[in-house]
């Protein structure tokens, strides 16, 4: 609604409740966000899952994802895991990324659902695809420590790479540290040799500089065109 994105909270309150009561989803997932950040209206969390309720049961995945935070948090509902599942599944199914990945960390730790890292994989894997940094870092993880799937250390650092070059604190880290103590040249190579394009490029920018390797214009140009040939778009 226009009132509430312009932070007209006033006005975009009654608009919004009006067309909720007459069975808008939308109006009705609005409503329960503006009860739940005391938006226009006093705080209430109880109101807010009332509406986030009536939209998700209409299929709005948003709604669903909040209303899973809920049970989840218990804010304005009774703390109830098996719930946050049903309505991050819910959601997860229509592709939301988000509820994707918190589905997947319910599989992961078992909670509300029984513990399955392959399930948890499936899910981590379709956020990640999606972009999501959190899945991609969570999805490295399991390729590293070969949980749900075959340990694969290329794969690993892949999504780990991915994660980081969207600003994820923790896969930034991790990649520093192996940097700091020599071991990204190796790395790099075992990324190339698994025709990753990223990998293949910052390792013919390491072979052009000599740095962390010895220069070598042939193996510069060498994956320069690998990474060229694997679509890589700087």
């Known amino acids: 609604m226009k009132a509430y994105n312009a932070k007209d909270y006033t006005n975009a309150y009654p608009a919004c409740k009006e067309a909720a009561k007459q069975g808008s989803a939308d109006a009705q997932y609005l409503l329960g966000v503006m009860y739940k950040k005391g938006e226009g209206v006093q705080q209430d969390f109880v109101e807010a899952a009332i509406w986030e309720r009536k939209a998700a049961e209409q299929g709005n995945a948003t709604a669903q994802v909040i209303l899973g935070d809920m ?14 599942a049903i309505w991050y599944g819910k959601a997860a199914e229509q592709g939301n990324a988000k509820a994707q990945f918190e589905l997947a960390e319910r599989y992961f730790y078992g909670e509300g659902v029984r513990q399955d890292y392959s399930v948890a994989l499936m899910w981590y894997r379709k956020s990640a695809e999606q972009g999501n940094a959190n899945a991609q870092f969570s999805l490295g993880g399991m390729y590293e420590k070969g949980m749900g799937v075959k340990q694969d250390l290329a794969e690993a650092l892949t999504w780990y790479g991915k994660a980081a070059k969207q600003g994820h604190a923790k896969a930034k880290t991790l990649l520093s540290e192996l940097y700091e ?21 910052e390792l013919a920018k390491m072979y052009i500089s000599g740095a962390g390797v010895e220069k070598n214009r042939y193996l510069a140009e060498k994956w320069l065109i690998h990474s060229i040939l694997n679509d890589y778009k700087k």
């Open 71 to 84: 049970y989840y948090f218990g804010m304005g509902v009774k703390e109830d895991y098996a719930e946050t």
């Open 181 to 201: 103590i020599d071991l990204m040249p190796d790395l790099l190579k075992v990324l190339a040799e698994a025709e990753n394009s990223d990998s293949q490029f």
